[in-house]
């Protein structure tokens, strides 16, 4: 066999299903290879996408997601969707064509130091240098991608050596044996101890819940423990979903664009769990002046994250599932009834104003609506800018999931990871929303939707501007606004015609109901155009 087809029997034996990418001569040996397997190949239409795809079907299906480009600017163009895939801790392994070794540092055409660009947002990379080293790397890769915390893996592909022959082999199916990669699973049991002693004695505890709770696979028991010992929730914009919005313990989204609930609650509390979440400005923006005078316990399973950007009372390194495994073992009590009452208390004191006629579609209201009207167990997908953060605000969560780009804010994100997450689970209803702004940065993948019988709902809140943008500039710049209106918008219903999608359009509030009926009325793919007040603030609707 040559090196393309040693990738691909790895890949098989990996259990990977699905590869999202693109073509070119670089990569070809590869694509020619998969041709032997059941692997679905599904081609995007732009590299970079070919990674939110991937990511998509890797949050959807908890295991890593695959795919591959070919060298220069099929590589680098990739590079955006991998450092998103890095910022959220998303496992993928991203295989990139390159020119034949002997040529690399040559300048030939379509070479690209992709290792050496990528450096800073992988969890590792290689470059293959000899074509008997592929069973020993693909197998590193996919351990290093998903366990500690996970990330995206860089393998460099010289065509030569996808040519090159190899002598059958046996892939192993034992945890590869790396030297200096011993991530660490379980917690230590007397800091698990003393983290109990403390919640026993606090008298107001409270929980803060990242990303990190889903990555381990750790929702049903974090869910137990808070239940048994009725300690209060808050969560970082990852650790949406993991509770249910009614969820009597749970008090919504913390930062600056969250709930003025979940922030008090995090100014006030005694002690604070932070579990699986980073200390990042969008979640704590003065970190040193928000955990003065309290206890802050810090979990994740990243020894780089503890102490990073503040110095926890108490450091706990390990997987989240495992830790909370441990924590049900415990034998504790906790009683903080009055601290439960008064956050109760602030939650009453807040109730959504109704939304003002402004002969626009409110936001709120309509991201509100459409996820109450969204299948129980759906996926939403929020891009970014203004429609994520009312999404994150106002999006009713039950047992679906909420997914977005929290760390790296990549625009055109929620399209192609929408069209992974429903190709990984094709009975599953699945809702992208996105500004006019982001749609135009991905609608070219309405035509990949197409080819792969991926019927994904998408909304586009139309306002004509980069709306989050202008909002800042708004307030920063008094209405001096630069490079924020969209000019030249495409004609969404001829576009959705262009590409054989149903198309809806909601322009108020009065027909807004029936609207979103008749949009999640089959499971056909939709586009749904909401025509949203320009100058609508996030701002305005913070409560």
Not at 215 to 222: G, Y
Not at 335 to 346: D, R
Not at 442 to 449: D, F, I, K, P, Y
């Amino acid at each position: 066999m040559i090196g393309a087809d040693a990738i691909i029997k790895c890949l098989v034996k990996e259990g990977v299903d699905t590869v999202f990418g693109y073509s070119g001569v670089a990569i070809d040996p590869f694509w020619n290879s998969i041709l032997e397997t059941d692997i679905k190949t599904v081609l995007v239409r732009t590299e970079q996408n070919a990674a939110h795809a991937a990511s998509g079907y890797a949050r959807t299906k908890k295991k890593v997601g695959v795919c591959a480009v070919t060298s220069g600017p099929g590589a680098t163009n990739l590079l955006t969707g991998i450092a998103t895939a890095y910022a959220d801790s998303i496992p993928l392994v991203c295989f990139t064509g390159q020119v034949d070794s002997e040529l690399i540092g040559s300048d030939v055409f379509q070479e690209a130091d992709v290792t050496g660009a990528a450096e800073s947002f992988v969890k590792y990379s290689y470059l293959v240098k000899n074509v008997k080293d592929i069973p020993r790397i693909i197998h590193e890769a996919f351990y290093i991608a998903n366990t500690g915390r996970r990330g995206p893996v860089l393998i460099d592909l010289p065509a030569d050596i996808q040519l090159a022959h190899i002598a059958d082999f046996k892939y192993s199916d034992e945890p590869p044996k790396l030297r200096t990669y011993k991530p660490t699973v379980k917690g230590n049991a007397l800091q698990i101890k003393k983290v109990t002693k403390v919640l026993e004695n606090a008298k107001r505890p409270l929980v803060c819940v990242g990303g990190g709770v889903r990555l381990s696979d750790a929702e049903e028991v974090f869910r137990k423990f808070i239940e048994k010992h009725r300690l209060p929730v808050v969560s970082t914009m990852m650790g949406l979903g993991i509770l249910p919005s009614e969820h009597p313990m749970y008090y919504g989204m913390v930062g600056n664009n969250g709930f003025q609930v979940a922030n008090r609650a995090m100014n006030e509390c005694d002690v604070l769990l932070m579990v699986g979440a980073r200390v990042a400005d969008r979640a704590v923006s003065a970190p040193d002046l928000t955990f003065e005078g309290k206890v802050l316990i810090h979990m994740d399973v990243d020894p780089a994250e503890i102490g990073k950007n503040v110095g926890p009372t108490i450091p706990i390194v390990g997987d989240a599932k495992h830790i909370f495994e441990d924590f049900m073992k415990q034998s504790f009590y906790c009683t903080h009834e009055a601290w439960i009452a008064s956050l109760n208390n602030y939650r009453t004191m807040v109730r959504p104003e109704a939304p003002a006629d402004t002969g626009f579609v409110n936001s709120p209201a309509f991201v509100r609506s459409l996820s109450l009207k969204m299948e129980e167990n759906a996926i939403y997908l929020a891009d970014v800018g203004q429609n994520q953060l009312f999404s994150c605000r106002n999006y009713v969560m039950r047992m679906g999931s909420f997914f977005t780009s929290g760390g790296m804010g990549t625009m055109g994100y929620s399209i192609p990871a929408a069209i992974g997450a429903k190709l990984a689970e094709p009975d599953k209803q699945v809702v992208a929303v996105c500004g006019d702004g982001a749609f135009q940065m991905s609608m070219m993948e309405l035509a990949t939707m197409n080819q792969y019988k991926a019927p994904v709902k998408i909304v586009v809140m139309r306002n004509n501007y980069l709306g989050l943008v202008r909002e800042h500039q708004h307030f920063t710049y008094k209405d001096n606004y630069s490079m924020v209106e969209l000019g030249g918008e495409p004609d969404l219903e001829m576009l959705s015609k262009a590409y054989h999608i149903n198309y809806i359009k909601c322009e108020s509030m009065a027909n807004m109901e029936k609207d979103i009926d008749a949009f999640l009325s089959n499971d056909e793919a939709c586009l749904m155009e909401v025509m949203t007040d320009p100058m609508e603030t996030v701002a305005g609707t913070i409560a």
